[in-house]
């Protein structure tokens, strides 16, 4: 069973999740939305929990409406960016979701 | 597939109806089916037929009512959670007496256990809060 | 279809708002309808179980529930170490029985379930 866990909380407010891997396990998929895309501008503030995420074979996508709404830059060349037929798609793979 | 939705963010303080709006859109477009849409907490306030947005502004109510009547979709709103928020469907004003009502008709009253049955019928369920 | 394994998960304090009380309501509906549900109590979420509870006047302690919870068929209830510890609380603190689980464990338990709705 794989779980697509979506996100839209900022980095900056809740790190605490980000800091348990939003309870993700290997083989889970992992979808920034809203104002969870914010922190992708920085290079540093989530170098950590996304390498921790590829080693535990988590992927990690972003929502690209969110992303060029708020004019984020993407610094993370492992984080791939899709629409909103892309989540759908996750969902669709996945077994079902977990909203945080 | 067949997508059970549940909605729980306020309307206009929260990005949630946006963000499930384009969601189901994109479902049907994709060839999936949304069985419902539940709108539950502070979601509730989707679905009044007083709010006013400017005309630049994205119209959640109207463009859910839209939604439902082109892809057959049921608008369901929590009976607890709107009361106890002031989101009334018209039975519910004369049953307590209240001087009005405030939801659309594109919308409906029932309780949680609608919510949790079409979890049950449906082979997805997603959460925009 | 078959019952569905439903866990609800608590991450907000009680009283501030009221995921707590709605988050409760959706778990005994699902306990009505037969279905295999459990809790998991996270982050400020841990407070809802807290003992030791007294509210004034004219607030509802919307949290005496949860130690009842068990006469509803609901026997699962997890709460997250890490979550306790950073608070300063032990299971002891908890007003109901608690299975105390590390990320890891709640990792696989997620993927258990159907549906995890948080709140």
């Known amino acids: ?100 | 597939m067949n997508i059970n939705v549940l909605v729980t963010g306020g309307l206009y303080s929260t990005q949630c109806a946006y963000s499930a709006w384009r969601f189901c859109r994109a479902a049907i477009e994709a060839g999936h089916k949304i069985s419902q849409v539940f709108f539950y907490q502070d979601g509730v306030s989707q679905s009044t037929n007083l709010s006013v947005p400017l005309a630049d502004e994205f119209d959640a109510v109207n463009q859910w009512a839209e939604f439902s009547a082109q892809h057959g979709c049921e608008l369901v709103v929590c009976v607890s959670a709107g009361e106890r928020r002031g989101v009334i469907g018209a039975e519910q004003a004369g049953e307590f007496g209240l001087p009005g009502s405030n939801m659309h008709a594109a919308f409906r009253v029932e309780g949680l256990g609608v919510l949790q049955a079409a979890s049950l019928e449906a082979d997805r369920m997603v959460t925009f809060k | 279809m078959n019952a569905q394994k439903l866990m609800l998960v608590f991450t907000s304090a009680p009283y501030s708002n009221s995921n707590g009380q709605e988050a409760l309501d959706v778990a005994l509906i699902g306990a009505a309808f037969e279905q295999d549900v459990s809790l998991l109590f996270l982050h400020d979420g841990v407070f809802q179980i807290k003992a030791g509870q007294q509210t004034s006047a004219g607030i509802k302690q919307t949290t005496k529930a949860f130690a009842a919870v068990n006469d509803f068929g609901i026997d699962d209830v997890y709460v997250h170490d890490l979550s306790l510890i950073a608070r300063g609380l032990n299971t002891e603190d908890m007003m109901v029985d608690v299975k105390e689980i590390d990320t890891k464990a709640i990792s696989s338990l997620l993927n258990q379930h159907d549906r995890v709705l948080t709140f």
């Open chain 1, 1 to 100: 069973m794989t779980t697509l866990f979506t996100l839209n909380k900022s980095w900056y407010d809740s790190a605490w999740l980000y800091e348990q891997l939003v309870f993700a396990s290997e083989g889970d998929v992992v979808l920034l939305m809203e104002d969870a895309v914010l922190a992708l501008g920085s290079p540093i503030t989530l170098a950590s929990f996304l390498a921790k995420c590829s080693s535990a074979n988590i992927a990690v996508y972003a929502l690209i409406d969110d992303v060029s709404t708020r004019g984020i830059s993407n610094q993370y060349p492992s984080v791939n960016l899709l629409g909103y037929n892309g989540f759908v798609d996750l969902l669709i793979e996945a077994d079902k979701q977990v909203a945080w």
